[in-house]
């Protein structure tokens, strides 16, 4: 399983590097890139159907501050790769000869590498331990060097706040799920997602 894992992390820098040579993102949907808007648009899928779904107590207008700083940020990592957006482990099919292949590419656009990464090792279901997901963001480093010179622990560094945002929004999407649409797998996925926010 770990080396099915490395083969499929060694392949994601490919999709996101060469993918976006030459291409043209505004045949991207619902957005061309991943902005400011769409930064947003995923908080506050976590304010209204997380937070006030659950009837947690909080000031609004001080949250609304911490998005915008949250998105001014993240998009300081903003980059000119194809960002999948919706990289996990259930849009990996292997092929007969074992190698892995990807699905499911409608929300991807342009938009920082971090985010794939992080969509993939932080998936509220896999529960990968710290070691693992360190081995493969090493993995990931190493595969990356034909495009990108990443320093290891500066993108460790900046993957944290794409951790945080990413949680929120699986939270948002786990709320209109599970609290809201009363589905029983998001309502068990929950507790997963609030440990990978602590």
Same mark, same amino acid.
């Given at each position: 399983e770990k080396q099915l894992l490395r083969k499929t992390l060694r392949l994601l820098p490919a999709v996101q590097f060469a993918g976006a040579d030459g291409m043209d993102f505004s045949y991207c949907y619902p957005q061309a890139e991943f902005n400011s808007r769409s930064i947003l648009w995923d908080l506050n899928y976590f304010k209204y159907c997380f937070l006030k779904a659950t009837g947690m107590d909080f000031q609004?207008? #001080?949250?609304?501050?911490?998005?915008? /700083?949250?998105?001014?940020?993240?998009? #300081? =990592?903003?980059?000119?790769?194809?960002? %999948?957006?919706d990289f996990q482990s259930r849009n990996v099919?292997?092929?007969?000869?074992?190698?892995?292949r990807f699905i499911d590419f409608q929300g991807g656009r342009r938009g920082p590498y971090h985010y794939d990464v992080v969509s993939?090792?932080?998936?509220?279901?896999?529960?990968?331990?710290?070691?693992?997901?360190?081995?493969?963001i090493d993995e990931y480093i190493r595969a990356s060097r034909p495009?990108?010179?990443?320093?290891?622990?500066?993108?460790?560094?900046?993957? /944290?706040?794409?951790?945080?945002?990413?949680?929120?929004?699986?939270?948002?999407? %786990?709320?209109?799920?599970?609290?809201?649409? #009363?589905k029983a797998h998001f309502l068990q =996925?929950?507790?997963s997602a609030i440990d990978n926010l602590r």
């Open positions: 609004e207008d #001080r949250l609304e501050d911490d998005f915008q /700083k949250m998105a001014d940020v993240l998009l #300081r =990592s903003s980059s000119a790769t194809f960002m %999948y957006r099919m292997l092929a007969s000869d074992g190698s892995p993939f090792l932080w998936q509220a279901q896999a529960h990968y331990p710290d070691e693992l997901r360190d081995e493969l495009y990108i010179a990443l320093d290891g622990a500066e993108f460790r560094r900046e993957l /944290k706040l794409f951790v945080l945002l990413r949680t929120l929004q699986v939270l948002g999407a %786990y709320g209109l799920r599970g609290l809201v649409q #009363r =996925s929950i507790p």
